[in-house]
């Protein structure tokens, strides 16, 4: 929903008590600066504590403490199935198939796992395609997998890189690319959103062009999952993994999910390192020599459920089925388009907004490059209470969260930054 806004408190008022989700924001612990609310605008980093969140980890802390290990099936929600009861909301969050998503360990360690079983290079197919500023991580764990495999990450891993004079990468030069390499490509991986510039990929055009080109489409949805509509099945994607502390307010170092498209779910000669988790339910405790998978994703699952990471989760995920993604998404492009229009009302502007001006290509955040005084600018508007994210080397994060943020924390936002400006 596209409005025209006023650059003035009044209209954030107006909006505010026009929201229909505004409700969702008490459900929410709020970090406090000198006694008052602080401008939370870092839910890409960390996402705020639900205040289910210590009742859900409490009643799992109470079965361990009263039932020791009859816990695992006599609990009130029993460890040994833990997993099943995220399966529903984390597929509606995914836009997948209940047997097509699992929640299992942390980020980077599920991107390895779902390279053993989709970056399998020969001799003729061995690059990777990514985005240029792609988040560490994903950097490092390509690097690793291809020296794994033999080869030189200089010649295997091929970035996408924006025009000169551009920030964002265009679809079309993506697909290029991809066509270009379609002979020795393996693997397209890139994230859904990207970190730096909150850029929201076109992720069914790339997966589309990468099946065309005979390569795997796959995805680190760490700033995608809980921040964009998703739809991983439709899009055709062949795996995908996110984290689950940033927009999906799951906690610090908090449990990953995983998406394997259901053509893989049955495919038990797909290589992959196996653990007793996710080998079949009802043969699990015998005991036996030779893995037999659970079909879909869980059958990559490695070790016991991640208990008190997954009620956290669990409380967190009742809060996004109770919103309902398009109406965050709806909220979302609101609040963005609205704390860009106060930003391009600032005088002077010692900023450029590296974030799309299409919403349909952005998430929640937006990204500011500063000039050499950004620094001091971000630690100004710290010392007022707003809580944002610096990024090496000059780079300002915004993040007005739809779940917990509101219209007149942009408000306060861009005055404070205005005001640190004029000093």
């Known amino acids: 929903m596209q409005a025209t806004f006023a650059p003035t408190r009044e209209q954030a008022i107006q909006l505010d008590a026009a929201d229909k989700l505004s409700h969702l924001r008490s459900a929410f612990h709020l970090p406090q600066h000198q006694g008052k609310d602080a401008i939370y605008l870092c839910g890409n980093s960390l996402g705020l504590q639900p205040k289910k969140t210590r009742e859900y980890i409490e009643e799992d802390l109470k079965d361990w403490e009263t039932l020791g290990v009859e816990g695992h099936l006599h609990g009130k929600h029993p460890w040994f199935y833990y997993h099943h009861f995220l399966e529903q909301p984390v597929a509606r969050m995914a836009g997948a198939s209940p047997l097509e ?60 890189v924006p025009r000169e004079g551009e920030y964002h990468l265009r679809t079309e030069d993506i697909v290029a690319l991809i066509d270009a390499h379609k002979d020795e490509l393996a693997l397209v991986l890139l994230g859904g959103v990207n970190y730096y510039t909150g850029q929201f990929f076109d992720i069914p055009a790339i997966t589309a062009a990468a099946h065309k080109a005979g390569a795997i489409a796959g995805f680190d949805l760490a700033h995608a999952a809980g921040n964009v509509p998703l739809h991983l099945h439709d899009w055709n994607v062949d795996f995908a993994c996110w984290c689950t502390y940033k927009y999906l307010n799951s906690g610090p170092g908090g449990v990953s999910g995983i998406f394997i498209h259901e053509r893989h779910a049955h495919n038990d000669q797909l290589p992959r ?44 995920l009742e809060l996004f089925d109770a919103a309902g993604m398009d109406a965050l998404r709806a909220k979302s492009e609101q609040l963005s388009a609205y704390l860009l229009t106060l930003l391009q009302d600032m005088e002077g502007q010692p900023f450029t907004v590296i974030t799309p001006e299409d919403p349909a290509a952005r998430g929640c955040q937006v990204s500011l490059l500063t000039d050499n005084g950004g620094k001091a600018l971000f630690d100004a508007i710290t010392a007022n209470g707003v809580i944002a994210d610096w990024r090496e080397p000059n780079v300002i994060r915004v993040a007005p969260v739809p779940m917990y943020n509101t219209f007149e924390d942009v408000w306060n936002f861009v005055n404070l930054l205005k005001e640190a400006y004029r000093r």
Do not use: C
């Open 273 to 316: 390192f196996a653990g007793w988790w996710g080998n079949e339910e009802a043969t699990r405790f015998q005991m036996k020599k030779g893995f037999h998978p659970q079909p879909g994703a869980a059958g990559w699952q490695q070790s016991n459920a991640q208990i008190l990471p997954m009620a956290a989760h669990r409380a967190a």
């Open 101 to 160: 998503v699992v929640v299992m360990n942390t980020l980077t360690v599920n991107l390895n796992l779902l390279m053993v079983s989709f970056y399998r290079p020969t001799t003729k197919r061995f690059k990777i395609i990514m985005e240029h500023m792609a988040f560490p991580s994903d950097q490092y764990a390509a690097e690793m997998q291809v020296r794994f495999h033999g080869f030189d990450p200089e010649q295997a891993i091929v970035e996408a």
